[in-house]
């Protein structure tokens, strides 16, 4: 899977220098980002205290220019992921053709092996490996702006170095365990699935170049199976997006009960609780990406079983 690509000359400047340039723009994205937190602050500040329209029109212009560079980057950012995916999922298949062609024996689903989960586990390594790469950047970037609002806040409990900071650590970290333990069946119930899809659809392709070869009891039972499947993978994806939607919907609105007391002693103004919003926001997004994708985390550690059991078969 990764030798392929990563341990190929062939592939070697897709693979690496793609890799470079993947990070280059997340990098700009995460800088933009504290850039934009900035701005927050300024330009609520002025909303809530108007004296000079020339600074609301200022602030809105300088708005507009990182927000062009933001959307260039990313749009860019996208088109490259987007070819750096199909060269992945090229190297991988030329890889194995010429392996399972030599294969004695039948390996369960190699159609789908070599055409479809190459095509999912390039996509989704490259989708969550940026995603990870930016968790890593940006506490880097919003730690020490959260850390300084840390300084404002009015609750007693919290009142000591970085507790914004903390905060936000520990709601990341415990709600990362929480989802582990309520979603641990997923990974297999999705490798189950794909089992069965692969076998109904192998008994489509049949009866494709012979029609005569179609059992329709068979197919209604196979279906049976897979409707069977699904219906326990929907209810364990039901538990699970309870729990997510609940500590989503919380998470949003924990930064500003933390700060809002002081906002209403006069402490701080409209701009920082904002900005303080933002920056928690950040912070939390980046340690709990996990959490936020774990449908394709679930997806991603079935796929690689696969490709794991296919590449022990053919080598």
């Known amino acids: 899977m990764f030798k392929s690509f990563f341990q190929s000359k062939q592939w070697a400047v897709w693979a690496w220098g793609g890799l470079l340039l993947i990070i280059l723009f997340i990098f700009c994205d995460v800088y933009?980002?504290?850039?934009?937190?900035?701005?927050?602050?300024?330009?609520?500040?002025?909303?809530?205290?108007?004296?000079?329209?020339a600074l609301f029109w200022s602030a809105l212009k300088y708005f507009?220019?990182?927000a062009l560079?933001?959307?260039?980057?990313?749009?860019?950012?996208?088109?490259?992921?987007?070819?750096?995916?199909l060269r992945w999922r090229q190297a991988m298949t030329h890889y194995y053709i010429p392996l399972w062609k030599m294969l004695d024996k039948e390996v369960e689903g190699s159609s789908q092996r070599i055409q479809e989960d190459t095509q999912k586990f390039a996509r989704l390594v490259e989708e969550l490996?940026?995603?990870?790469?930016?968790?890593?950047?940006?506490?880097?970037?919003f730690i020490p702006i959260l850390w300084h609002l840390s300084e404002g806040i009015a609750i007693s409990m919290l009142q000591f170095p970085g507790s914004l900071v903390t905060v936000a650590l520990l709601m990341s970290i415990g709600g990362l365990i929480i989802s582990?333990?309520?979603?641990?069946?997923?990974?297999g119930l999705e490798y189950n699935n794909q089992k069965v899809e692969a076998t109904f659809r192998k008994q489509l392709v049949y009866g494709e170049d012979n029609k005569n070869y179609v059992d329709f009891n068979l197919l209604t039972?196979?279906?049976?199976?897979?409707?069977?499947?699904?219906?326990?993978l929907f209810l364990h994806y039901t538990y699970f997006n309870i729990w997510k939607n609940f500590y989503y919907q919380f998470n949003i609105i924990l930064p500003y009960l933390l700060i809002a007391p002081s906002l209403f002693t006069g402490a701080i103004t409209l701009g920082v609780i904002v900005q303080t919003g933002n920056a928690f926001g950040q912070v939390h997004e980046a340690s709990s990406v996990l959490?936020?994708?774990w449908t394709q985390v679930?997806?991603?550690?079935?796929?690689?079983?696969?490709?794991?059991e296919f590449e022990y078969a053919i080598t």
């Open 32 to 53: 933009l980002s504290v850039k934009f937190n900035k701005w927050y602050k300024s330009f609520y500040d002025i909303l809530q205290a108007p004296k000079d329209i």
């Open 64 to 66: 507009l220019v990182i």
């Open 69 to 85: 560079i933001s959307i260039s980057i990313r749009v860019l950012a996208i088109y490259l992921a987007n070819h750096y995916t």
């Open 129 to 141: 490996g940026a995603q990870l790469i930016r968790s890593l950047l940006t506490p880097f970037a």
């Open 180 to 187: 582990w333990l309520v979603g641990i069946k997923l990974p």
């Open 221 to 232: 039972e196979m279906f049976t199976g897979i409707r069977y499947n699904y219906s326990r």
């Open 291 to 293: 959490l936020d994708r």
């Open 298 to 308: 679930t997806e991603l550690r079935s796929v690689l079983k696969r490709l794991k």
